[in-house]
Structure formats: structure tokens, C-alpha cells
């Protein structure tokens, strides 16, 4: 089972917000109302309100969604209790787009757990994934004397820094 649905089930009180840093940033068309917060956080946004409260169904549903759009989860550095899910993108994320821009996504962010990978059987050379990889640590290799033309490679020192869990 995935982190973020462990995460989500968990949760007392789920609410979604929309991403203050897309909000502010409005460098692309990603969809706003993605990011969760949960129990105090999630309170506290229906109070305001900021935030429109959610079931557990609903909350996956916008995990799915997020992830339909390339975007990124991202967990507080923390064991428990989790505070909230982003779900970030390279050109929207304060955070991420200042990093990136300046080369110090490594000293901004924890290293992570996850480990991106490519599925071999399922990699059609399609290039989906270049497209998708917010750190353009994708590439596209010519593979000779086979039916496939190209295959999709990953380098690690892109993202071995972010917690990415891919479905390519």
C-alpha cells in the first residue's frame, strides 16, 4: 500500500486546499484544489474557510487525480502526525522551482525513501515520462536491434533527492 493512502486512511478529519504556492506563483495550469491537509490543519482550513471537508473516498480520489496530472505528493519530514499531502510541481512549487532554479534541490529537501523506476516490460518508448519527470532526470535511449526504438532510463542523482512514486 502506497504512503499517501496509509496517510490519508489514518486521518481523523481530511480537507482539501487549494495549493497556496501554484496560487501565488500562477507559472502553470495545474489544478489548484489538490492539496490535503489533515486533522488540526484540516480543522482549522474548514473553519476558515479555506478548505472544504472531505471523506476518506474523496480524499483518494484526489490523490488519484494529482497523480493523473503529474503532480508530485509531498509529506511532512516528519514520523506522524502528518499535517498535509502537496502535491507539487516543478514550475508551481515555491519550494521546488527556487531549488531548482538556483541548484540546490539537495540542500532544501530531505532525501527520500522512494526510488523512481522504469517498468521495463510496460516502456513502449512512448516518452509520456520525459514529458512527466519534474527533474528531467528521464532520457530516452536508442536501443538497437530490437523492435522497441527507444527505452526510457532514469538518472538517479535527479531524483534520488524527492519522493517520487511513479506508475510508468
Wanted: hydrophobic share 40%; charged share 25%.
Amino acid at each position: 500500500m502506497r504512503i499517501h493512502v496509509k496517510i490519508i486512511q489514518g486521518a481523523k478529519k481530511i480537507a482539501v486546499v487549494d495549493c497556496a504556492c501554484r496560487r501565488t506563483m500562477m507559472n502553470c495550469d495545474h489544478p489548484l484544489d489538490v492539496c490535503l491537509h489533515f486533522d488540526q490543519r484540516a480543522e482549522f482550513a474548514i473553519s476558515r474557510p479555506s478548505g472544504k471537508k472531505l471523506s476518506v473516498d474523496e480524499a483518494l480520489a484526489v490523490l488519484d487525480y494529482a497523480e493523473e496530472k503529474g503532480l508530485l505528493p509531498s509529506v511532512d519530514n516528519v514520523t506522524s502526525p502528518f499535517g498535509a499531502i502537496c502535491f507539487c510541481c516543478a514550475s508551481g512549487c515555491v519550494v521546488i522551482n527556487s531549488a531548482m532554479r538556483y541548484g540546490t534541490l539537495t540542500k532544501q529537501l530531505a532525501k527520500s525513501r522512494f526510488q523512481a523506476e522504469i517498468n521495463d516490460s510496460a516502456c513502449t518508448g512512448c516518452q509520456i515520462c520525459v514529458k512527466r519527470c519534474q527533474f528531467g532526470a528521464i532520457t530516452m535511449e536508442s536501443i538497437p536491434s530490437t523492435k522497441k526504438k527507444l527505452k526510457a532510463r532514469i538518472d538517479l542523482e535527479n531524483v534520488g533527492m524527492w519522493a517520487v512514486h511513479s506508475k510508468v
